[in-house]
């Protein structure tokens, strides 16, 4: 499959500071970023997404950004609180658009 | 809702038994996912269908089978299990392509 790469695979920041994740992909057909959130031993559950036609997205303290030229994608968490502790997954559209390929995933903690 | 109900939550196999891990949604959605979790990897697509009668194969789908009979079921087969298959397995669905997956509990599969 196409190659989602995420980086850090690890992040500890302090609380109230701000995190960014960094996700690249090699498909230039990919449309659609959505960001997942998964605690321990929980499901993956949608955090925010963002659509190929729109270059950044924020909801609250979580915001996403698109750059489609260089093909890489971020998710910014501001005033970090010890509850945003958590493996964050990116992902992109497959280019046959029916299913996403995941990044491995980033573990942040947030320490008070 | 319940959204997505996956059964059985935890499994212990022996080697070359079978199984099937069961997975029902109950918000209508068309295109249903399978994908399996290992230990700080990211999620790996092994099935998917985009409707009660079609199914295709995503980037890990060698030992495993689905069936599509209906809207709410996408069922996944282990024929002959192996230790390689010992995962943590999420069943998602979504209204369309492109659109948020929502994920079950997941199950989680030991074969010993």
Not at chain 2, 14 to 31: A, E, F, R, V
Not at chain 2, 51 to 58: F, L, S, Y
Request: charged share 20%.
């Amino acid at each position: 499959g196409e190659n989602v790469e995420q980086h850090p695979s690890t992040l500890s920041v302090q609380e109230g500071d701000s995190a960014v994740i960094k996700c690249t992909y090699s498909d230039s057909a990919s449309n659609y970023f959505p960001w997942y959130k998964q605690e321990l031993g929980k499901r993956p559950q949608l955090i925010i997404d963002i659509r190929s036609n729109v270059g950044e997205k924020k909801d609250q303290r979580i915001a996403v950004t698109l750059n489609k030229t260089a093909k890489h994608f971020s998710l910014h968490i501001t005033e970090t609180q010890p509850e945003d502790s958590a493996v964050y997954f990116c992902a992109a559209s497959m280019n046959s658009g029916y299913a996403l390929n995941f990044g491995k995933g980033t573990s942040l903690l947030v320490t008070p | 809702n319940a959204g997505v109900t996956q059964t059985p939550k935890f499994r212990i196999l022996k080697i070359g038994q079978s199984m099937t891990l069961q997975c029902t949604q109950d918000m209508n959605h068309n295109y249903m996912y399978w994908y399996r979790q290992d230990p700080g990897m990211g999620l790996k697509l092994i099935y998917y269908s985009v409707g009660a009668g079609i199914t295709d194969k995503g980037e890990v789908p060698n030992g495993y089978n689905v069936s599509r009979s209906t809207t709410e079921d996408f069922p996944l087969r282990l024929e002959l299990a192996a230790p390689s298959q010992t995962s943590v397995y999420f069943c998602a669905s979504s209204d369309s392509y492109n659109q948020p997956q929502h994920f079950g509990d997941g199950t989680r599969l030991s074969i010993l």
